[in-house]
């Protein structure tokens, strides 16, 4: 017997990681851990434990098991919050949030509802730990598409132009989730290019990554030669360290307000 509900749930993860230039709006590259903290009034990991629908958004409750940036100290002394994202089928470009799931969540207050607003264009996102077991549990179709976890190595610009910028990322594979046309081991050092993605790629820093095996064709007709390329899938590659980066950014943003500034 088909289990509706269990695919309605795959479906609505599968959305989390689906490229926002797929649905009806257009976000382009999202910012940064840190641009994403210095633009939202609260910042926090969530676990989702109630999701009740409101004309074309979700009003979701989530009880928080960390705080990061609390502005006017909206989180102060709450074990429960309601944080609003427009619904999965909606026109807008917020995601949603299943319940029974943890999501690092960067929200902003709307000044005109004085509801808080977790908005897809931002970085609000299944927690790292989630997010790799979600892939593991996915049976992804494409044969040209390799999946793993590993560390950064070296990292260099190559070139900006019309299409952004340009680097090359060195990554030392940890774990492959999932092969692509050229098996790979552990161990093994991955060089892949990265365009116009928002992450900042610091050495030694963890992620797991998706990207696409391919070819680049140089030469004259009949003269061809072939060099085998990898380019990441910036949108589904996220930082397994973001919880680290995120702790420190609070905690020089309390030292700000202890000194004044």
Request: glycine share 6%; with cysteine; hydrophobic share 40%.
């Amino acid at each position: 017997m088909i289990n509706i509900k269990a695919i309605f749930l795959a479906l609505s993860l599968l959305y989390l990681l689906m490229p926002v230039n797929s649905y009806a709006c257009s976000c382009g590259a999202k910012p940064s851990v840190k641009e994403a903290f210095n633009a939202v009034d609260i910042v926090f990991i969530g676990k989702v434990i109630a999701v009740q629908k409101e004309d074309w958004f979700n009003k979701n409750t989530l009880q928080v098991k960390e705080s990061f940036k609390d502005s006017d100290n909206y989180l102060l002394n709450k074990t429960e919050v309601e944080i609003w994202s427009k619904r999965p089928w909606g026109a807008g470009c917020s995601g949603g949030m299943p319940k029974g799931y943890s999501f690092i969540v960067y929200a902003k207050k709307n000044e005109r509802t004085n509801h808080m607003i977790a908005h897809w264009c931002g970085r609000t996102k299944l927690i790292p730990e989630e997010h790799l077991q979600m892939i593991k549990g996915i049976q992804l179709k494409s044969d040209d598409l390799i999946i793993f976890t590993g560390a950064v190595a070296d990292k260099k610009l190559i070139k900006i132009d019309k299409r952004g910028k340009h680097r090359l990322i060195t990554f030392k594979i940890d774990e492959i989730l999932r092969q692509a046309l050229t098996p790979l081991q552990a161990g093994e050092v991955l060089e892949i290019r990265a365009v116009d993605c928002a992450h900042s790629f610091d050495k030694g820093e963890r992620f797991l990554i998706e990207a696409f095996e391919g070819k680049d064709r140089t030469g004259k007709p009949g003269y061809y030669q072939y060099t085998k390329t990898y380019t990441l899938r910036c949108y589904a590659t996220t930082s397994l360290d973001e919880v680290k980066k995120l702790r420190n950014l609070s905690i020089l943003e309390r030292k700000g307000k202890q000194n004044g500034n």
